[in-house]
């Protein structure tokens, strides 16, 4: 079983950064893609970033540019860096983890808040 541990959200204001991080429990960190998901109100999940375990990213084309997300194997830890904040970031940012070849993400975590203010 996997656990998916988020932190770092908070209230910024647009043009600030900030910094998401999710701690992996459970199984091998390195069998995982890991990705970060977004849910703004009344509006569907959408994938933010990805990454493999040999790091490589895809980002959506909303953040690039602003957003990075890199992977510790050590830590079994993935980071969301944030910058150049806009309002329409504002959503619970969700931590996934998928197991290599598989089609879909199986674990989630709880969810972690970013509001941004114009």
């Known amino acids: 079983q996997v656990e998916l541990a988020e932190s770092g959200g908070g209230v910024v204001r647009a043009g600030d950064s900030l910094t998401l991080s999710c701690v992996f429990y459970g199984r091998t960190f390195a069998q995982y893609v890991m990705g970060w998901f977004r849910q703004a109100p009344g509006k569907e999940r959408e994938l933010v970033a990805a990454?493999?375990?040999?790091?490589?990213?895809f980002d959506a084309d909303s953040v690039k540019g602003r957003f990075t997300l890199s992977r510790d194997h050590a830590k079994s830890t993935v980071y969301l860096q944030m910058n150049s904040l806009k309002p329409e970031d504002t959503a619970i940012y969700y931590c996934?983890?998928?197991?290599?070849?598989?089609?879909?993400?199986?674990?989630w975590g709880q969810g972690t808040q970013v509001t941004v203010s114009s």
């Open positions: 990454i493999t375990p040999g790091g490589s990213t």
């Open positions: 996934a983890a998928q197991y290599i070849g598989a089609s879909s993400y199986d674990y």
